[in-house]
């Protein structure tokens, strides 16, 4: 399975940014679909997840209620809109895909087989 991640780009505070990342050569259906971000210095951390059978989403507290995490079954892809975006967002992002179906670890780093290559997000203030 490859994942490619496209949509980062330099904003000011207060924009948007659509993510995408779509999946290629996936054999059987994936559980999760979710992004994680790594800023310079900090360890990679979880932003957001969606259940790709029943679109339950999950979001780490400091985006939520301004990401929304999307996906589109038919074409093997998954979206994060960032409305409202903040310097501190600045980052890496990564999508990554999970065969794991146990919610418990829909959080977790490890619980994700595939990852993109990252895109970058620039929040300028």
């Known amino acids: 399975v490859q994942l490619q991640a496209f949509g980062g780009g330099l904003v000011q505070a207060g924009g948007s940014l659509r993510l995408s990342c779509t999946a290629s050569?996936?054999?059987?259906?994936?559980?999760?679909g979710g992004w994680f971000r790594q800023a310079p210095g900090k360890e990679r951390e979880f932003v957001a997840a969606i259940r790709w059978s029943g679109g339950q989403t999950y979001y780490a507290d400091s985006v939520k209620g301004r990401f929304t995490i999307s996906r589109d079954n038919a074409k093997n892809t998954v979206y994060l809109q960032m409305n409202s975006l903040k310097p501190e967002d600045t980052a890496v992002y990564y999508c990554a895909d999970s065969p794991n179906g146990i919610l418990s670890t829909v959080r977790l780093e490890g619980s994700y087989l595939y990852w993109g290559q990252g895109t970058q997000v620039t929040v300028s203030s």
């Open positions: 050569g996936r054999t059987s259906r994936s559980n999760f």
